[in-house]
């Protein structure tokens, strides 16, 4: 247990310090290579990679329709039902999110309008790893449909000789989304930038990965132009702040769903209750002996703290400092303190909202800024798919009164030409 104001400012900094994410010069100059093989050499090097790191005797790249149809079968019942639940859900949320154009007069004659169009193509990113994520497909492909967008390509790694994971097939059918890719790591992300004989080229990636992924998205964003990506991704990360009467074995168990997710996850406990704290690191040590993730979880432990603070209204403003990507407030009262919450990524509120809630079936998206994003990104959402741009329609006698505004401007600026294309529009009024 740390007491908070028993620290000094530097050791307060330092329990709020990230582990630092892997971007060494090594992991660039191998990244950098991938990029102009697949520049090079296309599906022959996304192939090459399948066996090269994800141990594929016999790889191929696109899924066939047949498969991305028939994938329910594959599927127990309960399964099938929850990914169409939390389908439901997601896409109920997202729904709401649809963009309405604006149009209004700024002054009289001056029409200016707010057009929202979604961008035409999407690429999908999701990370293999130990497991396949049909929940990652969910949060990315239902905004993707709901855009409209034209392309949409969702690519993602198998591991040896295995198929791939049927779940991600059948969550991808319900978004639409026809075109799967079994390539995975920095290799897909430049194929989807770049384009290949199999895999189109996006105007935007979506998706968490690892290091050479997020090295990648970063290398390609400033190269290929046209080409954007969602937001920088780090390890998963929860805060949680709770009063003297929260439970201890909920507060253990949500620390520890976010770091069974990775050696380099951080969770961090806000609580006003020595007890509470107390109570919790005991279930802790309880709760990791049944995990099959026991090891990774054990070793984000040792990047996270159990912080005793002297009030809650404290707690909430070491966590704006913090900017957490889940924020819990396991609070017997916590709306009249919701306005307080400040630089978080997804907030859930009350004893029994869990933060697996979010990742899976609430309805609102688990794509999150990390790594203190939270402070200038958002949550995914519908809008991420889309662009917008202006529109401006001017008569004779608008230009008229708005020259009043711009000539003084432009001549302020020293920008004569400016100045000139509405003269020359107000000679032509005169001559009329």
């Known amino acids: 247990m740390i007491r908070w104001n028993e620290e000094s400012p530097k050791t307060q900094q330092a329990l709020l310090t990230r582990p630092a994410v892997m971007a060494s010069k090594t992991i660039q100059n191998s990244v950098q290579q991938i990029i102009e093989e697949v520049t090079c050499e296309g599906d022959a090097a996304l192939l090459k990679y399948a066996e090269l790191y994800d141990k594929r005797s016999n790889p191929r790249l696109v899924v066939p329709q047949e498969e991305i149809d028939n994938s329910a079968q594959q599927l127990s019942l309960e399964l099938k039902e929850a990914i169409e639940q939390a389908y439901a859900n997601v896409k109920t949320f997202h729904q709401a999110q649809q963009p309405k154009d604006i149009k209004l007069t700024t002054s009289p004659g001056v029409e200016c309008e707010l057009k929202y169009q979604a961008i035409d193509a999407i690429g999908l990113y999701i990370p293999g790893g130990s497991a396949p994520l049909p929940s990652s497909v969910l949060m990315q492909g239902v905004c993707a449909q709901l855009s409209g967008a034209k392309t949409v390509v969702l690519c993602t790694p198998v591991n040896g000789d295995n198929c791939i994971a049927p779940a991600i097939l059948y969550a991808a059918k319900l978004c639409g989304i026809s075109k799967v890719v079994e390539s995975g790591g920095a290799g897909a992300i430049a194929a989807m930038a770049i384009g290949t004989q199999s895999v189109p080229k996006v105007n935007k990636v979506f998706g968490p990965g ?6 990648a998205k970063q290398l390609l964003s400033q190269s290929q132009t046209g080409f954007a990506i969602d937001m920088p991704a780090g390890p998963s990360e929860v805060l949680i702040i709770a009063d003297e009467r929260a439970n201890p074995e909920f507060i253990a168990a949500d620390l520890l769903s976010q770091a069974e997710h990775g050696c380099d996850s951080q969770v961090i406990l806000l609580c006003n209750s020595e007890s509470v704290i107390e109570q919790t690191q005991r279930a802790l040590d309880a709760q990791l002996q049944v ?3 026991r090891d990774i979880a054990q070793a984000a432990m040792a990047n996270s703290a159990l912080i005793l603070v002297d009030s809650i209204e404290l707690a909430f403003e070491i966590s ?4 957490p990507e889940h924020l819990i407030l396991q609070l017997a009262e916590a709306a009249p303190y919701l306005p307080q919450v400040k630089n978080a990524g997804s907030v859930f509120v009350g004893d029994y909202t869990p933060e697996s809630a979010g990742d899976y079936a609430s309805g609102t998206n688990h794509v999150l800024p990390t790594y203190g994003y939270s402070k200038v990104y958002s949550s995914l959402n519908l809008l991420d798919f889309y662009r917008t741009y202006t529109v401006q329609s001017i ?8 020259s009043r505004a711009i000539l003084p401007l432009a001549d302020a600026e020293g920008l004569d030409a400016h100045a000139n294309a509405v003269k020359i529009r107000l000679e032509a009024m005169k001559n009329d």
């Not at 004779?396 to 708005?402: R, S, T």
């Open 395 to 402: 008569t004779p006698q608008g230009l008229k009164n708005l």
């Open 320 to 323: 704006a400092q913090y900017g």
């Open 210 to 215: 690892n290091s050479y992924v997020t090295m």
């Open 291 to 293: 995990l099959p993730r």
